[in-house]
């Protein structure tokens, strides 16, 4: 397949890039963190979204050294923007992680391998992993629980589409909920889109684990979240995502 086949010259010459959205605090509108989004610079065609690529990327298998590339490449902006901003103490890295990469065999050793050579500590690192992959990886108990060890912060992403029943978040070791843009979306026109989002925040809240919103775009809907008492939040009312150079400058901001 040609298409196969240009995504594997990309990443051997280096065309992919990655994009970084920042994720905010609801309560005081600091930057906590940033979320490493990948695009790939085509010669011809431009940034392309991943939303394009990733797909066929995992059907092709070609995910997982894409994935490999992505996470060493998140940690080294992290690892330079935490010597550059010592303000940003507790700044931390959320990196998007396929379901195929979490079985890769030899996984874990590779993450950890990554860290000491970048000189991250887990700890800064969130791991975003979709609903999706829970119901493909029969092992994902074992590797999350591993994970988690390691000191890695613990994501779901996209929260609310996908298969997980609620039953399964005591299971995990689950630190966040990345809840899905299509309920902030519903908020604002439907009444039963607040009650769900509230629902999520208060099972969340009783759990132990913290929210971040997705896709917020307006002031309406950010005092909404503020008011449902969502911790986090991220979206184009922020920020788009921007390329390394446009989230240093952000960064270089503040004093
Ligand atoms: O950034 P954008 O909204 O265009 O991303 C489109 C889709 O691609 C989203 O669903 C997002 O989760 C996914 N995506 C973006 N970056 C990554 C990545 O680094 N790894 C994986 N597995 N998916 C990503
Ligand atoms: O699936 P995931 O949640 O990782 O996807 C993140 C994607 O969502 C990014 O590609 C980003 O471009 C997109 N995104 C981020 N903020 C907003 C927003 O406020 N509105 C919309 N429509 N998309 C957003
Ligand atoms: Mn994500
Ligand atoms: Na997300």
């Known amino acids: 397949m040609q298409v196969e086949k240009d995504l594997r010259l990309a990443l051997e010459r280096e065309e992919f890039c990655l994009h ?16 490493a989004l990948v695009r790939w610079n085509h ?3 431009g940034l392309v979204s991943p939303a394009e690529f990733i797909p066929i990327a995992e059907q ?3 995910i997982t050294s894409m994935s ?3 996470f060493h490449q998140a940690c ?4 330079e923007w935490q010597l550059r901003f010592p303000h940003y103490q507790t700044l ?17 050793e590779r993450v950890d391998r990554i860290l000491q050579e970048v000189g991250v500590a887990a700890s800064s690192i969130k791991l975003e992993i979709t609903e999706s992959s829970f119901k493909e990886t029969p092992a994902l108990g074992t590797i999350l629980n591993h994970l988690k060890a390691m000191g890695f912060q613990l994501a779901i992403d996209d929260f609310g589409t996908g298969y997980s029943s609620l039953s399964r978040l005591h299971q995990f070791p689950i630190d966040t909920l990345k809840i899905d843009r299509s309920f902030i979306n ?8 607040v009650a ?3 629902a999520i925040v208060i099972l969340a809240q009783h759990t132990n684990i913290n929210t971040i919103s997705e896709g917020i775009e307006t002031i309406a809907q950010l005092e909404q979240l503020q008011s449902l008492n969502c911790e986090f939040g991220q979206g184009y009312l922020f920020s788009k995502p921007l390329d390394s150079h446009a989230a240093s400058a952000l960064l270089a901001q503040k004093v």
């Open 43 to 45: 010669p011809q065609r």
């Open 68 to 70: 490999w590339w992505i």
């Open 92 to 108: 931390m890295m959320s990196i998007n992680l396929s379901g195929k990469q979490l079985e890769q065999l030899g996984m874990v």
């Open 60 to 62: 092709t298998g070609l």
């Open 196 to 198: 769900i989002v509230e």
């Open 20 to 35: 970084y959205q920042p994720i905010v605090s609801l309560i005081n509108g600091e930057i906590v963190g940033f979320e």
């Open 76 to 79: 080294c902006q992290l690892r």
């Open 186 to 193: 519903q908020m604002s026109r439907d009444p039963k889109g």
